[in-house]
């Protein structure tokens, strides 16, 4: 990637953020309009995504420890999200420094770990997402 192609990314990362942080009520108000998790009202056990929504609403409070007993999947993202970001804008100094793991089995062992969470949670209400 270019340094032209770096710094339009560097730029519009923050303006965009900042538009879904000044829109977040609105953002919120469309939560409600979700429909509930299938998988959970017919089986009564949650499904990976259930949480997504109220991980997403507890973000943009900025309670990130309720985000992640929600679902963790979403601050995870976040992160290396930050994580890449955080690279990009070091890149513009010349040194080449990666932040985000880019082993395989880095990968492989997060979604191992990702999906293990995924079943206890539905075993162990301490980790279970907290009702709306």
Known sequence: MNKRDRLIIAAVIP???LMLFMCRERFMR????MPECSVYKY??????GCGNTRSVRALMHGDILLALRNNPTLPFCGLI????YAELLIGFSGRNIKLVPRK?????????LFAAYFVVRNFVPAIAPVPS
Do not use: N
């Open 15 to 17: 303006c965009v953020l």
């Open 30 to 33: 469309l939560a409600e309009l």
């Open 43 to 48: 089986t009564g056990y949650y499904c990976p």
């Open 81 to 84: 999200g930050l994580l890449g």
């Open 104 to 112: 395989l089995w880095f990968w492989i062992l997060v979604a191992v």
